[in-house]
């Protein structure tokens, strides 16, 4: 009697260890799955920033004017080439976003500019990269949603608490992000 209930009792422990290993190993699955698609934002955003300085050399030839707006480019590049988490990433590329957004309803107003065969090529290198952005922003909140799943969800939160793993912030647009930039001459 006393040998089957040593029985259990190890075959329970055993389960427990084999469930609690392969959690943990989800865990850090989804972590590293979160941490990569991160990865795949920066690399996009790099592209727009690589991308950035040949649209403002192309646009301040016609518009010297300006200033301002390229002004404003170049600190949003500069904060976010400082930023060192992803929230404060984030924050940089929406402040980035926002000045790329007036520089291109300016270009709407030139129209030498706007027929200048490099424009056009620049135009459509940056609205090919803001796409991607889109989508790599899109994947990574679903990777920070299965993971954030696997963290609260019961009972691998026991398993997630005792080892570290916490909630992660997803990636949510700036205050103003919804409103279309204005530009006054």
């Not at 055993?14 to 943990?24: A, E, F, N, P, R």
């Not at 301040?60 to 404003?72: C, R």
């Not at 270009?107 to 620049?122: C, D, H, I, R, V």
């Amino acid at each position: 009697m006393m040998k089957k209930i040593l029985i259990g009792v190890l075959v329970l422990v055993v389960i427990l260890v084999i469930y609690g290993v392969s959690t943990y190993n989800g865990l850090v699955t989804n972590s590293i799955s979160a941490d990569t698609q991160w990865k795949q934002v920066e690399t996009v955003y790099q592209r727009r920033y690589d991308l950035i300085p040949n649209l403002v050399e192309s646009v301040k030839g016609v518009m010297k004017q300006e200033q301002a707006v390229f002004t404003a480019i170049a600190d949003a590049r500069t904060k976010y080439s400082g930023a060192t988490t992803p929230d404060a990433k984030a924050k940089a590329a929406g402040e980035v976003e926002s000045a790329l957004g007036r520089l291109l309803v300016i270009t709407e107003n030139y129209p030498q500019l706007k027929s200048s065969e490099a424009m056009q090529s620049f135009m459509s290198q940056q609205e090919g990269t803001e796409n991607r952005i889109s989508t790599e922003r899109m994947r990574f909140n679903d990777a920070v949603k299965i993971y954030n799943l696997k963290v609260m969800r019961f009972p691998s939160s026991i398993i997630a608490s005792l080892t570290g793993f916490n909630e992660r912030s997803y990636f949510e647009a700036t205050a103003g992000a919804e409103n279309a930039p204005q530009v006054k001459f």
